[in-house]
């Protein structure tokens, strides 16, 4: 509420103020404005627009661009008896009353209050405001109400006064005012006007912001709304467009009438996709424009009737065309004959095209298009070469982009075509055909290279040998003297042109421009290099290492392989060396002055990188693993060796290094009183994998050529792992077999006499010992874990429950497969069984509901499993048990019909086994099985039964269930070479009936069986029948060749030219390199 403003000097309300007041409160600055009015001036008669009252109000709604509710309030008189009690003395005018209404409503104001004066009057005669007030209203209302009215219609301004209101002086002129006595401000006028004005409305004026933001966003919305109308409106006419364009396509008449509507529906294509191109016209925007689907609805129609009108008659055309040409003879070579060709050309080139969309060339196929297209429509010459050149314009520019736009051609067609065309212009294939007469050209100016011509000065005999040779013209010397200069001239000299139309398989550029120089000349070195590389491999992948019988042949070999003048492997490869930096840019002296000029400028120097960008060739990424491991010894050698580039820790020099120390050590065991016990010892160290000469030199052969790759593996085995792997068999050959005595005489012959003819190693009554056993097979600590770890620790490991082969000497050693086997039973035998070092298996048993079974009895030692149809429970048993003085098992049942009978009673340790041998065995998972015995009631005597084969029908069936397991399956090899070798054996005595019983008296008694581990003591059924080997080794004979452990040997030069011809080309790599 506004009732005292701050004023200029003039009386006009101080602008500055009010702003501030409306920065305070943006959204309605004040609630009203209370006009005040001294009741003892008189009021002049007022004029519209020179109302001072007016001007202050509007002054006062500018500045805070809001127009709140306007009162009147007249001050006069005092009212000493009520003071601050004062009567609330007012009223109300209608919105935009009337100076005659105004008065009307003071006048009743004035009768209210003489009426309300006589009663107080009464009361108390000193309560003369209320009359006074009257009285005065007398005079007062005419002139207050002339103000009032000057104030109304002021509504662009400010609003009319909402009402007048009356109230006294706070004390009388002259009197002085108590401190702490009532104020007007105490009068429950004010609480009045501020009810009323909260609840009256101001108004917006001039540029109020929400004023402002309103008008902006109901303009918008106008304008979007007017923009969504119009743009609905065209959107709308181009989808009926499109439609009515559609279906004037299907429904045409005849060819011309097809035409036309195609032309038509073309056009809108073209009108849709200038404006998805380059954005529509504003007008047809605003959210709905619809050019994208329109456009995407148009496609599929077009392309229907484009391919019958337009594609089908060209393709006709054209294949008759390449028919025509593919029977063209070809004999003749006459102007018309090379004028049909050109044309043939052509038309097969626009047919491939219509094949392949992405080598269209607009240029070239529009008049293709445009000469091969017919049409039986019934219009003028002119009118369908125009239609036409609209109509396969459109198609040719559009081609490209549309691959599903192909045509489907015909293959034989086409090759008959290129083969008459390849046959008229002699364009097979430019590249192949300068290439090979850039090699014809060498002719026999270089010979081959040979293994005799790479090593000249040394022998080879004794040491390597190879019957492969390398064409003279693949040499170092012929690139040099001829073949560089030869490549360069031929691409200067010919102008060759890749084209992929006359190429069978399309590995050609996308135009027809002429090949430049530069790029003929890189390709044909680049295949020039290939080859270069293919057939250095082959030969270096053919060598072959010459077998030594004996120590003193492989000493005499490695002294002859690490003499530095006279080895032929050191010739061979600084031969290698020298052809394998074939193309290498060679350090000019303007290089070197640049170099040095870089150190002195300050500038860091890098010998290492020089030397890299100097020996980077065109062969470095096939020969680079064989310059990186040969190219030590040649800086060493050379005293070229830069202090700051350390040798590679896999070099050739480290290797002859070791062979050189290997060389020794057997020259020193072979010169000594005692060269069996030190060839043996030797032998001891490898295999129980401690450091030695020979099993170091051995692992860093082996890094050497792995470090060459798989293109010179052929070449690493013969060079760097066959002469230490053939000193490694011939230093382990004769240990093997003593180490064979040594297993049967400490492990096999023990193992023998404590278990043969024992169960369940034999078919026999007799059980064998299970501590004894433990004592064989225990993890830690048994015989055969300990000899295996002890003696055999540089060749065989453990890995799990499974010992694996660790390291077999480059094929030196071959373990028997059958040794591996056993020990693989025992081990997981040992491990499940024996794991703390005490033989215990622990399990749970479930018995299975049978009918007509009612009580069934599982005995195990001096534990029992009774069930007599009552809910199924797991039951936790163990074996052996705690007990050694009961051992057995047993199973009792009972019939609905019948007693108790009694099946599957054996005695001894190994009862369990007994009995799970004759179980059929179904695994449900990983942990639990089901076992099912065939009971027979009994009524039979004892008498002897099948073979062991028929009693080991069911150990069969549930051991194919687990032939994808190890064990299981050694376990059934194991029985049937148990059956075929011992045929005499007979199974266990069980209880037969004295008289044949019918099969409907055979019960299944089936238990499920949980395991903690592994398939529990399932796992020893393993042991029926096996045997323990009485060697480890297949000895070879002296002298034995060692297989290659690398890829197969390349294949000869002519399979890979001839693999280069088919349509599947021969993988790359070291089967024969890359073709």
Known sequence: MLLLTKTNADGSPDENWLRALYKLRRHRPIDAIILTVDGSDALAPQQRGLNAHSVKLARIVNALHWSPPVYALDVSLTDALNRERSALVGCAFADGAEERVIEADLLALRRCLADAAIGQLIRN???????????????????????????????????????????????????????????????????????????????????????????????????????????????????????????????????????????????????????????????????????????????????????SLLVSPIQQNLEATLVDLSQMPTDSLDDHANSAALEGHNALKTYL?????????????????????????????????????????????????????????????????????????????????????????????????????????????????????????????????????AITDAAKSRDVTRDWVLANNGDGNDTSKAQSTETLEAALTTQYFNDYAEHWQSFMNALQWQSASNIPAAIEQMKLLADARQSPVIALIESLDYQGTAGVHQASLSDTLVAKAQNIFGKKYDPQAVAIAQNAGPLSASFGPVLKLICQINDTTSGKANANVAISDVSFQRYIERIIALRLKLQQIDNGTDADIQTRQLAQALFQGKNSELADTQAYAQLVSASLGAQWSGMGDALFVRPVAQATQIVIQPAQASLNDVWNEDIAAHWNTAFTGRYPFDNTDNDASIPELARFIRPRGGLIASFLSTQLAGVLELRGDRWVEANTRGGALTFDPEFLRVMNILQRVGGHWMPEGEARYRFDLKPIPTPGITDTVLTLDAQKLHYYNQRERWQGLQWPSNDPQIVGTRLQWQTETAGTSKNFEFGGRWALVRMLERAKIEPIDDATFQLTWQAEPDTRGMRAVAPLASALVASSEHGAARSGDDWGASAQSTQVSAVS???????????????????????????????????????????????????????????????????PPPLPKAAREAAKQAAMPLPGGDVGGQL
């Not at 529009?366 to 019934?378: E, G, I, V």
């Open 125 to 307: 005669d000193k309560d003369r405001y209320g009359a006074k007030l009257s009285q005065r209203l007398d005079e007062r209302s005419a002139p207050l109400a002339t103000m009032i009215a000057s104030l109304s219609n002021r509504g662009k301004r400010h609003q009319s006064v909402s009402g007048a209101f009356f109230a006294p002086f706070p004390v009388a002129a002259g009197e002085s005012v108590e401190s702490n006595g009532p104020t007007s401000a105490d009068l429950p006028l004010w609480t009045h006007l501020a009810a009323i004005s909260r609840k009256a409305h101001g108004e917006r004026v001039g540029m109020h912001p929400v004023t402002v933001f309103s008008t902006i966003a109901l303009v918008l919305l106008g304008l979007w709304t007017t923009g969504m109308l119009i743009s609905g409106i065209t959107n709308a006419r181009n989808v009926f467009n499109a439609r009515e364009l559609i279906q004037t396509l299907k429904n045409a008449p005849d060819s011309a009438a097809q035409l036309n509507a195609l032309l038509a529906l073309q056009q809108q294509i073209g009108f849709s996709e200038q404006r998805v191109a380059h954005q529509p016209p504003l007008w047809s925007r605003f959210g709905l424009n619809q050019d994208k689907a329109i456009l995407s609805a148009l496609w599929p129609s077009y392309v229907s009737a484009s391919k």
């Open 353 to 485: 095209m219509l094949a392949e969309p992405g080598r269209v060339e607009s240029a070239f196929i529009k008049p293709q298009l445009t000469r091969y297209w017919t049409s039986n429509a019934n219009v003028s010459v002119g009118a369908k070469l125009d239609i036409g050149e609209q109509l396969l314009g459109f198609y040719a520019q559009h081609l490209k982009a549309h691959d599903d736009w192909r045509i489907q051609p015909r293959a034989e067609l086409v090759n008959a075509s290129r083969q008459t065309l390849l046959s008229m212009i002699g364009v097979r294939n430019s590249e192949d055909t300068v290439y090979q007469s850039v090699l014809a050209g060498a002719g026999s100016k270089f010979p081959d290279q040979t293994l005799a011509s790479l090593t000249t000065g040394t022998d080879t005999r004794g040491l390597i040998r190879s019957s492969a040779s390398v064409p003279g013209v693949y040499t170092r010397q012929a690139y040099e003297g001829y073949v560089a200069a």
């Open 981 to 1047: 070798n011992h045929a005499s054996l007979v199974s266990l005595i069980t209880q037969q009936p004295l008289a044949a019983a019918s099969p409907n008296l055979s019960y299944p008694l089936s238990y499920f069986m949980r395991v903690d581990i592994g398939k529990g003591p399932l796992e020893l059924l393993a042991l029926r029948g096996l045997k323990l080997p009485n060697h480890m080794f297949i000895e070879k004979p002296r002298g034995t060749k060692i297989e290659r452990s690398a890829s």
